[in-house]
DNA sequence: TCAAGAACCTAATACGTATTAACGTAACTT
DNA sequence: AAGTTACGTTAATACGTATTAGGTTCTTGA
């Protein structure tokens, strides 16, 4: 199933070398290599060129077929018109494809909108080395910025980049001061959650977080508590984590307990979901006949295991990841330019209306 | 929605600069430059250090907090470890996200496996400037080797990359001579799909192809053909192309010609089996009660309109995506370190059993 | 006609690392 | 003791572009 197919001919290049360069322009056209950098570069300060030359500058350039390094761009100080994106995830990139996906289609848009191309840096990169993190992130540097994405980050290396100086934006809310990140406000809409279902009647409910501490989570708390307290939900016991137990018998203790609505939060891995949806389908129960059911944030788009016994979407709010991705991409620009501080930007959820939500109905 | 954080704190840095040179290191270490690089780089050619030295320089690096500077090291050296990916895509780039997504993934799997970062270069990039597909093309340059991806292509300014001996691999089947290219094996797998219509006792069968040139669709029609012919299906009228009309018309013509089955192949639009199995719907018709449906190559993940009036997967086979992102790294690889001269893969088509294949049912 | 500008261009250098030829120096041989 | 080797390090240079401080020629005004 290969076939080897002959070389193509290769004609001669006036320089020997594969590439022309600015100097064999330069030779072309009888002027200097800085004058075909300031004629290829778009007049810079003051310096004026007289037009004759710049013509036959752009004559050579084109029949030379010139390609600018972008390497050696970069080096000599300028921008080179490449952005970062680094993922962290914990487990091979694959598994996490599909929640975030979209984040990736957003920073993709607008970076082709804002004549940037994308260097994606894998975490799980130079695997093959003795790497630690810090080398692992050192190679953004390459780019003109970068952005960062996923939920748990080295910060060593990245305080570091931020000492330096160099620009980088994360996706998704740090709890660091001083370095900007464009995120979601779980807060307010775990808060909105939570006074939706004071408003069907709901009084004893159960929040479900996974057991770990990335601010996401943290705020998601933060709002679910905030917003039960508001709204008049009892709020002992409220939250739980996960933590690989039996959910079969933490769901039949709630019942037990007269819970009538549990929230639980999607997340990266999307366990604490499809651990209590499973145990829900086990028990035989239903949403929202037996249980109201709750979830703050996006689902993957096509989860491995489809989500069995429910009839819709899931209520909950939704995650604008696409936008996010776009927000950052332009905050990135700004900082690079120059022509902002770091700052942080906060974009609303969208409430899911979904079909998993009633008035509540006690169980035994 | 935007708060202003503080800046962090700039601790003294020995240069006066932001990062650490190696001559910085030099300096501290008391020796040269050329032996601070030396000492890090890893021993090269049988030079060999004072592991007195190696010790002093490796101390001072650690004290100064050194980062190697990645645009440096490409410049002097060759390599960079840095793959590009260019996708032309004549609609933008996420409308055909998904059909395109495995791709992506296969790619970035393997590039991580081989500890390569990725640059995304996207077609419509750079479109502030008045910039041509030559200009578009040019930036892949800054990786070491890139790989394209796309039924339709630019070939005057990838014809420049190859006769200057840049590095590149095609994703998808190419006609070009002494180019690389990794693509699926569509003749087999179209004709084996015929082979199997005639198992099932079908003699009167359409194919619907789209009304473009792209290889991948010549390759598909000439299995169809070939396969028609080998099996003893009747060839006369068997191909016909997407032309923008009327797709019911074109049904209802079919039905009263006494057509039993139909194929069609899906591409990055999806347009000739949406549309089809649209009018097929209208029409009342079942699969495969009324009218066996056979598909060539994978449906997008996610369709935006979902086929219904289908009960399972559509029969026909599955294009290996994700392991042709695979194989083209890994020839890319080979092309970038010399060790293999240009040549093709043809990956093995998947046959789809799927649920929309049956004996014929003559309509009217 | 001379000096002062203006207009155009170039020489020189920086960017940070990799590589190679060459240079001392010490150890070893005879 | 002179010559040879081996060893450890460095000077020099390349990589390709950007930038700035001049240097030449050309106008222009008096």
Redesign the interface.
Same mark, same amino acid.
């Given at each position: 199933?290969?076939?080897?197919?002959?070389?193509?001919?290769?004609?001669p290049?006036p320089n020997g070398r594969?590439?022309p360069r600015q100097s064999d322009i330069a030779r072309a056209a009888g002027v200097s290599q800085a004058t075909v950098s300031l004629v290829l570069r778009g007049a810079t300060t003051g310096v004026v060129l007289a037009p004759e030359t710049r013509r036959r500058v752009l004559r050579a350039a084109e029949d030379l077929?010139y390609?600018?390094?972008?390497?050696?761009t970069?080096?000599a100080a300028a921008r080179?018109?490449?952005l970062g994106l680094y993922t962290f995830s914990t487990t091979?990139?694959?598994d996490v494809?599909h929640s975030y996906?979209p984040v990736l289609?957003g920073v993709?848009?607008e970076?082709?909108?804002q004549? $940037?191309?994308?260097?994606?840096?894998?975490g799980?990169?130079?695997?093959?080395?003795t790497t630690s993190d810090?080398a692992a992130v050192?190679?953004v540097?390459?780019a003109d910025g970068c952005l960062f994405f996923g939920r748990h980050v080295p910060e060593d290396p990245i305080?570091?980049l931020?000492?330096?100086?160099f620009p980088f934006v994360y996706i998704g809310r740090r709890e660091e001061?001083?370095?900007?990140h464009v995120g979601a406000?779980y807060v307010s809409a775990s808060a909105e959650v939570a006074a939706r279902l004071a408003a069907l009647g709901h009084h004893r409910v159960r929040y479900l977080r996974e057991n770990d501490d990335a601010p996401a989570s943290t705020d998601r708390e933060r709002g679910v508590v905030d917003g039960a307290r508001g709204a008049g939900l009892e709020t002992v016991g409220l939250v739980e984590r996960t933590d690989g137990g039996d959910v079969d018998a933490r769901l039949a203790r709630w019942r037990d307990e007269g819970v009538t609505a549990v929230v639980t939060e999607e997340t990266d891995t999307g366990a604490a979901l499809s651990g209590l949806t499973a145990a829900v389908a086990r028990a035989g129960l239903s949403c929202p006949g037996d249980l109201s059911l709750a979830l703050l944030g996006t689902p993957a788009?096509?989860p491995a295991a489809p989500v069995t016994g429910l009839a819709g979407a899931i209520s909950g709010f939704g995650v604008p990841m696409r936008e996010m991705g776009r927000a950052a991409v332009r905050l990135l620009l700004d900082l690079i330019e120059g022509s902002a501080?770091? $700052?942080?930007?906060?974009?609303?959820c969208e409430p899911v209306a979904g079909a998993t939500l009633g008035p509540p109905h006690p169980g035994r």
């Open positions: 199933m290969s076939e080897t197919a002959s070389p193509p001919p290769t004609p290049r594969a590439k077929g390609v600018p390094d972008p390497v050696a970069r080096l080179n018109g490449m091979f990139p694959t494809a996906y289609v993709e848009e970076a082709a909108a004549g $940037q191309d994308l260097i994606l840096f894998t799980a990169s130079r695997a093959a080395g810090a050192r190679r540097r390459a305080r570091r931020s000492e330096d100086g001061p001083g370095i900007s406000d788009a096509a501080a770091p $700052q942080s930007h906060l974009l609303a």
